[in-house]
Nanobody
């Protein structure tokens, strides 16, 4: 059983930065693909970024490319999302997901690929 828990959300001005963390309680953390999704009010949950268990494969949503960086520390059972140059449209609840699947652009973007989800952390970017 994996129970991701997100940390690091908050209120930031446009142009600012935040780093989200997601800690997962499992002894086999390195075998899990870890992804970040977000959901804004009235919108569907959307893919943000994914990182394979080894950290060798990553994909980003177009909206995140060049601004967000996903990374992981398998020794700490933690995945991170560094978000720079934040925009008001980045305002959403950010969720961390964990799953065991072959990472492709298609599987990474499908929330059904992930078996476990955290409770989410709110990110609000003011203009």
């Amino acid at each position: 059983q994996v129970q991701p828990v997100e940390f690091g959300g908050g209120l930031v001005q446009a142009g600012g930065s935040l780093r989200l963390s997601c800690a997962a309680s499992t002894r086999t953390f390195s075998t899990y693909v870890m992804g970040w999704f977000r959901q804004a009010p009235g919108k569907e949950r959307e893919f943000v970024a994914v990182l394979s268990g080894s950290g060798g494969t990553s994909y980003y949503a177009d909206s995140a490319k060049g601004r967000f960086t996903i990374s992981r520390d398998n020794a700490k059972n933690t995945v991170y999302l560094q978000m720079n140059s934040l925009k008001p449209e980045d305002t959403a609840v950010y969720y961390c997901g964990a799953g065991m699947f072959r990472v492709t652009t298609q599987t990474a973007r499908n929330y059904q690929s992930y078996d476990y989800w955290g409770q989410g952390t709110q990110v609000t970017v003011s203009s």
